[in-house]
């Protein structure tokens, strides 16, 4: 299945993907987490893009295009994939469209995470990422716990750290950038047909309850917004004829098309031809 999930930072698309990795066994592909990687291992790409990510601006197109063409040709993509983060702007969705045009692999579906604006703030607060393995917690809604305490790559527990661009100026810089480049998408992908919306408030596993039925509802049932009905006209009451003068009933009035033709200046009559008189 190849899986579009759109959402503003913090919508849980990160812990959702990673849910969906175990279900599907199909790749996540988070640009986020591709980019932050280029960033630590310090390549060019890395540098060019550290400047817009601390800011919380996007990054320049050219480059997460690169990144994500490269990663979309590696052989785990080819029974499907999981987008995160990507696209975030219509020049990036163009793009994908034909890059997957051309690879003949078509986006199956794209889910739409819904979460309130002061809901998105307190769990970016609260977001932590496990430093060896990538996991992705929340110190208010999902701590590590149980049976996953323990990090799957050391077995320790988990070293978990803030994201530099979790801090509360960039937030609100990345909000601002999503509302007026990534938003436009969800009208994108709708008017394809292929976006689903799912709230993606409460418990975390009832949003992965409710994602995995907007996977597999059928695509008639895409989630569109309802149309307001128009209000069922009242039935006219005939009007009654008035009477003429005379008692009889008035002959109705010609529609108004009729009458604006018949009100036509009518050609005058052609003046009889004189004809010579006979001598
Ligand atoms: P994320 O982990 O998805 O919240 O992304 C973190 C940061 O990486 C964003 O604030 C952007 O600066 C950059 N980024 C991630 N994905 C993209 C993308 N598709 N286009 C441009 N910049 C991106």
Known sequence: MRIVLLGAPGSGKGTQSQRLVKRLAIPQISTGDLLRAAVARGSELGRQAKQA???GRLVEDALVLGMIRERLGEPDARNGFILDGFPRNLAQAHELDELLRRLGQPLD???QLEVDYGELVKRIAGRRTCADCGRVFNLLTSPPAGADAVCATTGAPHRLMQRPDDNEATVTERLRVYDEKTRPLIDFYRSRGLLRVINAEGEVDQVTERLTRALTAPA???LRPKRARPAARKKRKP???PKSKRGGVRPRRAPA???AKSA???RAR???VKRARRR
């Open 53 to 55: 990510m601390d800011n």
């Open 239 to 241: 009007l009654s004829r």
């Open 257 to 259: 098309r009729k009458r």
């Open 264 to 266: 036509k200046p009518k």
């Open 109 to 111: 579906v794209v889910v």
């Open 220 to 222: 008639a049932r895409a």
């Open 270 to 272: 052609r003046a009889p």
